[in-house]
Every structure is written in structure tokens, then in C-alpha cells.
């Protein structure tokens, strides 16, 4: 890449006083977002400097959908009213939908980390509800991103729009923002599609919310944590 490839792609641009090991040390899911828009020029130069991402032959297999104001709160209200009548979802990607043994017990400690900040017990049936309909409300969050990918790439690109998702949250932080990677996005994907008129082969994988995080709701609080490197990494030299 030259140094004009690179000024293109948005690696110009400044205004972030954080290094990156502080923005990956900083960043967490955020379920609560304060009623404050993002301006369209730093949502751009955010959406910018995310085009930097690795891609596999720079095929940049990623498909983002940004829905804000009132066609955010459409189909917010729409997908609420889908998941408060239990309408089956019907996502474009299968769910892995169990894990088991130390990925089980990773997910279970995620969940009481979350639910425990919220004071949501484990038979509250009630409070469970109201925090699955909150995914369905995008956590009030003033803009969300919808990510999609043609299957016909499959799992080795999709890796690709993985990549972009990680530099892209990453820039968030780094500029004042927070988000909140979503799988419930996939849940509902022809909304997704009538509301941008989606007519290409495009498959909806999940969304990220995003906005600035509001301190005071409880489940910002909440924290997880990661297993040392041996449960993931090998190092060998002969």
C-alpha cells in the first residue's frame, strides 16, 4: 500500500489521543447508550479509517447497513413487536445455538456477570424477558450498524467481515464511542432488507449497535473476564 493508498483509506485523519492497546483494553459491550447522535462527519471518518481492515485478495467482502432516526426507530418498534408476539426468527446464518464444556462454562459466567449487574435472579422469568426485548430496542443506542456478507464467500472471507468488525469497534472507542455487537441482529434479516432495499445476494450476520455510553445504566458495569493464553495458544519451536 502506498502512502496515497493510505491517506485515502481515512489513516490521516486525527483527533484520538488513545493508543490502540488502550482502546482494546478499553473497549466493552454496552447495553445502554445516551439519547446523543454521532455527527455524520465523525461517523464517516469512523466508517473510514475502518476500511483499513485486512481482507483476504482486498475482496472487502462486508456489507454495512447504518440505520438512524426515525428509520432506527422503525425497525426497532417492528422487531419488538416480532419478538413480544414469539415469532420465530428466521436468520440467514445458522446459530451454532449450544455450547458445550469449557465454552458452556465460559457463556454461563458471562450471563451471571451480566444478569447480576441488572439484579436479574435466575428464576426472574420477567426480568429475562425485558432483557432480551431490550437486544429488539438496540439498548437506545442512536445508530446501528447491520453487517452482511454474500454466503457464497463462506467461512474462510467471512473471517474478513470479523476483522472489520474488531477495527471498526476499536475506532469507536478510540474517538470517545461505544458499541455492542449483536447475533440478535441476524434474528429478523427481510426488515433489514426491505428498509435499505437489499437486492443483491447480501446475507444479514449480526449487528453493532453504537453510540456514547451512558454511566449510569447498571449493565455498563458489567465486566468479563479472559483465560490466561495457554487455554488458546500453543507456542512450539521444534
Given amino acids: 500500500m502506498t502512502d496515497n493508498d493510505s491517506k485515502h483509506l481515512g489513516c490521516e485523519f486525527s483527533g484520538s489521543s488513545l493508543s490502540l492497546v488502550e482502546a482494546i483494553c478499553q473497549r466493552h459491550s454496552v447495553r445502554g447508550f445516551l439519547n446523543r447522535p454521532v455527527s455524520q462527519e465523525l461517523m464517516e471518518k469512523i466508517f473510514q479509517i475502518s476500511q483499513s481492515?485486512?481482507?483476504?485478495?482486498?475482496?472487502q467482502p462486508w456489507r454495512v447497513y447504518v440505520a438512524s432516526g426515525a428509520l432506527k426507530n422503525r425497525?426497532?418498534?417492528e422487531m419488538v413487536k416480532l419478538v413480544s408476539a414469539e415469532v420465530k426468527p428466521n436468520p440467514?446464518?445458522?446459530?451454532?445455538g449450544k455450547f458445550e464444556g469449557?465454552?458452556?462454562?465460559?457463556q454461563i459466567e458471562c450471563a451471571i456477570a451480566l444478569y447480576s449487574k441488572m439484579n436479574i435472579s435466575r428464576d426472574d422469568e420477567p426480568g429475562r424477558r425485558r432483557a432480551l426485548v431490550r437486544n429488539y430496542e438496540f439498548f437506545d443506542?442512536?445508530?446501528m450498524a447491520f453487517i452482511g456478507m454474500d454466503p457464497k464467500f463462506g467461512a474462510s472471507v467471512a473471517i474478513d467481515v470479523g476483522?472489520?468488525?474488531?477495527?471498526?469497534?476499536?475506532?469507536?472507542?478510540?474517538?470517545g464511542l461505544h458499541s455492542c455487537a449483536?447475533?440478535?441482529m441476524r434474528n429478523y434479516p427481510d426488515l433489514i432488507r426491505n428498509a435499505f432495499n437489499i437486492t443483491d445476494n447480501t446475507k444479514i450476520l449480526f449487528g453493532i449497535a453504537f453510540g456514547y455510553e451512558d454511566l449510569e445504566v447498571a449493565a455498563n458495569a458489567t465486566r468479563t473476564t479472559r483465560d490466561s493464553i495457554s487455554a488458546n495458544t500453543v507456542?512450539?519451536?521444534n
Fill in 75 to 77: 425497525l426497532s418498534d
Fill in 182 to 184: 449483536m447475533g440478535t
Fill in 235 to 237: 507456542f512450539k519451536s
Fill in 163 to 175: 476483522m472489520w468488525a474488531q477495527t471498526f469497534m476499536l475506532t469507536l472507542v478510540a474517538f
Fill in 102 to 106: 469449557e465454552y458452556r462454562r465460559r
Fill in 92 to 96: 440467514d446464518f445458522e446459530y451454532p
Fill in 53 to 59: 481492515a485486512p481482507s483476504n485478495c482486498n475482496v
Fill in 141 to 143: 443506542a442512536p445508530h
